[in-house]
């Protein structure tokens, strides 16, 4: 009799267990994301392309902004009950959130195709070795001047391709002395130039092992270096909000700007200055090993949640791996692929107005490719704030190796070392 009971209860867990899992594959897809001009609209385009050949399946698209998104993760206490199949996560938190909350994000290594998405994107989603991110828009590093303000110096965008910071410096003085405007601007304390020069050469704030690096950092010693050396001559302008670092571009106050390639949907809304921009690479590091011409600032990768309806959020999620999706979105949404593949749709060998009739998106797809991948982290932000303030000290007069000293125990103190 106990053997027939215990029977019934196996046999009862065994169809609880069965109902729960029909209950979460119920043949529906929920997303969160952000911003309806970008993420959603994307969104919605692999929506359609997806049911095209699975009209059965309801995707619900749902508008939450990022920090909504974290807030929920966070308040889920690891219950994904109350979470969607698919969230969009920033670039710079995956880490963080993954390691904070592990039993929330599911591990895809071996399950999703990431060999033909830029290495740099796909590590930002890489934790211990493995994958919980699909890849989305990027955030590689374009150098984009004014070919008329280059050429009443004297100069070509071909002279600005492939160098490094020491000619850039030499070219920005002499066409700051001839045109009167700087080569660059950003905003002070974002430190967004900083750690874009750092990440060019595969270095950042923390070891591998996930310990704050900024005392014994050469490379970030180098960068911080060549950025006080470009305020000092104002090759480089500081501005404090954003609206004023748009207003520079906007405004022509500046030759050009060099920051992630999300940038252009600011120059191409400027219909007066079609014609009169020119792309090509930033420069590299002189003396930190591993320099390269390429980086990133800025993007956003998918996650899959666990214990929701996986196979069915994975299979859909293979649009990302489309290049017609690629093209498709990129007019009208400036998403720009890391996924390698799509610098051969349609769209992106197609010429540029604004760029001199060159196929820029395809360029940028290839830089994105040989972008060097960087260390983020559970503590990136904190990172990021303390190396702000010891940066504007450093500008201000401060001794390097104290701010960095100091930058290194606060950030040590909030990790709890």
């Given at each position: 009799?106990?053997?027939?009971?215990?029977?019934?209860?196996?046999?009862?867990?065994?169809?609880?267990?069965?109902?729960?899992?029909?209950?979460?594959?119920?043949?529906?897809?929920?997303?969160?994301?952000?911003?309806?001009?970008?993420?959603?609209?994307?969104?919605?385009?692999?929506?359609?392309?997806?049911?095209?050949?699975?009209?059965?399946?309801?995707?619900?698209?749902?508008?939450?902004?990022?920090?909504?998104?974290?807030?929920?993760?966070?308040?889920?206490?690891?219950d994904t009950s109350t979470l969607p199949d698919i969230l969009l996560v920033q670039?710079?938190?995956?880490?963080?959130?993954?390691?904070?909350?592990?039993?929330?994000?599911?591990?895809?290594?071996?399950?999703?195709?990431?060999?033909?998405?830029?290495?740099?994107?796909?590590?930002?989603?890489?934790?211990?070795?493995?994958n919980y991110g699909i890849p989305f828009d990027a955030g590689t590093v374009t150098a984009t001047y004014r070919t008329d303000y280059l050429e009443e110096a004297g100069y070509t965008i071909a002279d600005l391709t492939d160098i490094d910071w020491d000619r850039f410096i030499e070219i920005g003085r002499d066409v700051k002395a001839k045109t009167g405007r700087p080569m660059l601007s950003g905003q002070a304390e974002a430190v967004d130039m900083i750690l874009i020069m750092l990440q060019s050469c595969g270095a950042s704030m923390f070891t591998e092992d996930g310990a704050v690096n900024f005392?014994?950092?050469?490379?970030?010693?180098?960068?911080?270096?060549?950025?006080?050396?470009?305020?000092?001559?104002?090759?480089?302008?500081?501005?404090?909000?954003?609206?004023?670092?748009?207003?520079?571009?906007?405004?022509?106050?500046?030759?050009?700007?060099?920051?992630?390639?999300?940038?252009?949907?600011?120059?191409?809304?400027?219909?007066?200055?079609s014609g009169l921009w020119g792309l090509t690479n930033m420069p590299k590091l002189v003396a930190s090993e591993g320099a390269t011409n390429y980086s990133n600032n800025g993007g956003s990768s998918w996650a899959i949640i666990n214990d929701k309806d996986f196979d069915l959020a994975l299979d859909f999620m293979q649009i990302y791996r489309n290049v017609d999706f690629y093209s498709e979105i990129l007019p009208m949404t400036s998403a720009i692929a890391t996924y390698t593949p799509a610098k051969e749709g349609a769209a992106y060998t197609a010429g540029s107005d604004y760029f001199n009739g060159e196929p820029i998106f395809a360029t940028i797809v290839e830089y994105g490719a040989l972008t060097p991948s960087n260390i983020t982290g559970a503590f990136y932000y904190d990172a990021r704030r303390a190396l702000a303030t010891a940066n504007t000290n450093y500008l201000h007069g401060g001794d390097l190796d104290s701010e960095l000293q100091t930058a290194e125990d606060t950030v040590n103190f909030t990790m709890g070392f």
């Open positions: 009799m106990k053997k027939f009971v215990s029977l019934l209860l196996v046999l009862a867990m065994g169809l609880s267990l069965c109902s729960i899992a029909a209950a979460e594959a119920d043949g529906k897809i929920t997303i969160w994301t952000w911003d309806p001009t970008f993420n959603i609209a994307a969104m919605k385009v692999a929506k359609e392309m997806y049911q095209k050949d699975h009209p059965d399946v309801e995707i619900e698209i749902v508008e939450k902004l990022s920090e909504d998104i974290e807030t929920a993760v966070i308040a889920s206490n690891g670039d710079n938190s995956f880490q963080k959130f993954v390691t904070n909350y592990p039993e929330v994000y599911a591990d895809i290594t071996g399950q999703y195709d990431l060999s033909e998405f830029a290495p740099g994107k796909v590590a930002y989603s890489t934790v211990d070795g493995k005392v014994n950092n050469e490379p970030l010693r180098e960068v911080l270096s060549y950025y006080k050396q470009m305020v000092d001559e104002g090759i480089f302008i500081e501005v404090n909000t954003w609206d004023e670092y748009i207003g520079t571009i906007s405004n022509q106050t500046v030759v050009g700007t060099m920051t992630g390639c999300w940038i252009l949907s600011t120059i191409m809304s400027l219909p007066e200055q």
